[in-house]
């Protein structure tokens, strides 16, 4: 799985993509809900196994828990902000885009543990067939990080792996966002 900053940088940049003005509970929420889906590693001091459903990798990497993560969203924070319906709709499908996002990276790594995306409905492990993403798991977790520059080399190797696969597409994709803004802004006038 990618390191909680990289899910974090995923929100911010999605975010930036955001053609019009927003408020700070936008960008808070942005920035946190890639993250929540990590919730389930509470699970694993209450003794579920990675392979339970409410086990790491499970039903807050689904679908289901995406859906319901978006619309609570809006509702929580949202609801007397005076959004239309259109707008409400459009959000609710961003916040479930931003934390569905977890488990679609999660699913990108060459992990031995998949994502339970069907979850609650369907417990089977999922990971996509190219896997280019290091876990962060295993290299800042591994119980044979011994040395100080061990721990430094390994941070290394997963942030060269996440900045490749991850964060050099999400800049190329706002910076083909902010063009394309420019482009339509300028045919308008």
Do not use: C, Q
Not at 53 to 59: A, F, N, Q, S, T
Not at 62 to 77: N, T
Request: charged share 10%.
């Amino acid at each position: 799985m990618p390191s909680i900053i990289t899910h974090s940088v995923v929100g911010v940049m999605v975010s930036r993509m955001h053609g019009g003005t927003a408020t700070k509970r936008f960008w808070v929420l942005s920035a946190l809900l890639p993250v929540l889906p990590d919730i389930d590693v509470i699970g694993l001091f209450f003794g579920f196994s990675v392979e339970d459903m409410l086990g790491h990798r499970g039903i807050t990497r689904s679908i289901w828990f995406a859906s319901i993560v978006g619309v609570l969203a809006v509702i929580i924070f949202f609801r007397n902000s005076g959004l239309t319906p259109k707008a409400m709709i459009s959000s609710v499908a961003y916040f479930f885009f931003l934390t569905a996002s977890h488990g679609f990276l999660d699913a990108f790594n060459d992990s031995n543990v998949g994502v339970a995306f069907w979850a609650p409905f369907e417990n089977g492990r999922y990971l996509f067939p190219f896997n280019p993403i290091v876990p962060s798991s295993v290299l800042l977790i591994d119980s044979s990080v011994l040395s100080v520059s061990l721990f430094f080399e390994n941070i290394y190797i997963l942030l060269r792996s996440e900045i490749l696969w991850i964060w050099v597409p999400l800049l190329a994709l706002l910076g083909g966002n902010r063009l394309l803004l420019r482009l339509v802004k300028r045919g308008v006038s």
